[in-house]
């Protein structure tokens, strides 16, 4: 079992079955991509891992724990956070501000340690404040603590996503389309930067992504759903020729290697 399994995973809306016996295992440290069509399942699977949605059936677990019945706040605590495929940031915060947000699951300061100013809550944020600028600088933003989050341009938006994701200390990071918008350029340097957070903070990446460029290019396994079902999984090589895959994408036989949408 790796850092995260989901076993016979189904979630349904009504009569819709959004995932259908779903088994997803994926292994520490990896850099692991989910893809389909639109509505095949994708972000609803990240939302049962995060506790937003409660599968009906199926089971799932985050290094050996079952999560099934957490809320989000207690995941994120555990050690899972994500960011989403469109921009959720205090837009009317400071980049510094919103890292901070993120810290909020291992602050130890209480709310009576707030009004008081006491000198356990007063070293608590300062060292808060200095875990911030450092990740500002990972997703490199120094200097831009002070700028409002809508100031700064789309893709430094989202690097600074990441970075509010990041200050919950994750040991699993779920990325919900981050490419989505870039030009190929900005693509490739987000390509890279989702290399760094894996060989040089260890942390297991999950992502979905519609970009089968950055797909291939970055992935170590790829799981692919179509209608709430995984209907191939394998490494770049294996799936890119599966005409399973081929089919949900294309209806066609050619292959998928540079199929975007």
Known sequence: MGILASQQLTKR????????????DVAERSIHSIIG??????????NCVTGFYRAEEGRTFFNGQPIDTLTPDKITQL?????????RLFANMTCLENILVGMHPHLKSSWMGAILR??????DEAQAHEEAIRLLQFVGQRGKGDY??????????????????LASRPKLLLLDEPTAGMNPRESMDTMAFIR?????????ILLIEHNMRVVMGISEIITV??????????????????PRVIEAYLGTRRGVAGVGA
């Open 196 to 204: 760094r957070l894996r060989d040089e903070l260890g942390i297991t």
């Open 79 to 87: 050690g899972i956070a994500r960011t989403y495929q469109n921009i």
């Open 225 to 242: 759903l179509d209608f709430g079902q995984k209907i191939a999984e394998g490494t770049p090589d294996q799936v890119r020729n599966d």
């Open 13 to 24: 809306f009504g009569g819709l079955i959004a995932l259908s016996e779903l088994d997803l």
């Open 118 to 123: 006491t000198p356990a809550t007063r070293q």
């Open 148 to 165: 409002l989050a809508r100031n700064l341009p789309y893709g430094e938006q989202r690097r600074l996503e990441v970075a509010r994701a």
């Open 37 to 46: 069509p639109n509505g095949a399942g994708k972000t609803t699977y990240f």
